[in-house]
């Protein structure tokens, strides 16, 4: 990029950032309300569908023990670590699943880009704080749980961004 179209280009963005309206949440009084999923991968058009990249969720009747995720993660985070899992699935020999410390992820999303049944996905989960770092590991049954917030600012992601009502 020349020098020239660089800082029209910086200059546009920032006119474009002019126009959204500023808000101040009174969290956690107020919390934000996201339209749509989180995160997600396409299987159809082979492209991650834009969306809040929160908490993860994962689907057991789907997760076959890969370890794909864990694999994708090792070069970045090293957030996911594969466990035993109780129950037995048909479709998951080993009984292995994925488990993932917050302490370590970096939200990038590239786990769910590199599953290949579709079993793990992100949500709009975003309060994640806790006292101590074990509270920071979420177990396969943790991460089948999804939460939904009553929030009050309501924020749209799409292609182009996320932009608030
Ligand atoms: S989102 Fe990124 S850092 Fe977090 S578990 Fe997935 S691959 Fe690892
Ligand atoms: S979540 Fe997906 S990539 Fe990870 S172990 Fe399960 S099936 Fe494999």
Redesign the pocket.
């Known amino acids: 990029m020349s020098g020239v179209s660089g800082i029209f280009k910086a200059i546009q963005s920032g006119t474009k950032h002019l126009l959204i309206r500023r808000f101040t949440l009174r969290y956690p009084e107020q919390k934000l309300k996201f339209v749509g999923d989180g995160y997600q991968f396409d299987p159809k058009e082979g492209v991650g569908i834009a969306g809040y990249k929160g908490r993860h969720i994962?689907y057991h009747d789907?997760?076959?023990?890969?370890?794909?995720?864990?694999i994708a993660c090792e070069g970045i985070a090293e957030a996911i670590g594969m466990v035993k899992i109780d129950k037995q699935w048909k479709h998951n020999k080993k009984s292995i699943?994925?488990q993932i410390d917050y302490g370590k992820c970096v939200f990038c999303g590239l786990?769910v880009d590199?599953?290949?049944?579709y079993?793990?996905f992100m949500t709009d989960d975003y309060e994640l704080a806790a006292y101590t770092k074990e509270h920071l590991i979420y177990t396969p049954d943790q991460l089948s749980v999804k939460v939904d917030y009553e929030g009050n600012v309501e924020i749209k992601i799409d292609d182009h961004g996320a932009t608030h009502g």
């Open positions: 994962l789907k997760c076959t023990g890969c370890q794909l995720c864990a699943m994925p786990c590199a599953c290949p049944f079993a793990l």
